[in-house]
């Protein structure tokens, strides 16, 4: 009967344990895993993306060839531009720089 107790009293003290341990010694939390943003959602995506648009409308009949080289200068010249500058955010970037100074991505 003693040794039933005991038994008991340890069986309840792990319980209790196990009920009160989140709340005495919480676990940290991991930290949150990095994503990169979609292709479409940065600068650089887009300008490409408008690229293929242009070159499937013009497979499709859907561009003449002149407005098909108006608008593929216009994106090619935005394209540059992009490609020169941060692909996250768009900011200018000098050749140097490894690090963009407005949203901090790498180059």
């Known amino acids: 009967m003693l040794l ?10 792990v319980v209790l344990w196990l009920v009160l341990q989140p709340i005495v010694a919480p676990v940290p939390e ?15 995506g887009r300008a490409l993306l408008a690229l293929k648009e242009i070159e499937f409308d013009r497979a499709t ?3 003449s060839d002149d407005d098909y080289a108006m608008l593929k200068q216009r994106y090619e010249a935005a394209a540059v531009a992009v490609l ?13 720089d490894r690090f963009c100074a407005q949203c901090g991505a790498k180059r």
């Open 30 to 44: 991991a930290a949150p895993v990095y994503e990169p943003p979609d292709p479409e959602e940065t600068a650089r």
């Open 61 to 63: 009949a859907k561009l």
């Open 4 to 13: 039933e107790a005991i038994a008991a009293g340890a069986t309840g003290l």
């Open 84 to 96: 020169a500058g941060c692909a996250q955010c768009g900011a200018a970037m000098e050749p140097e």
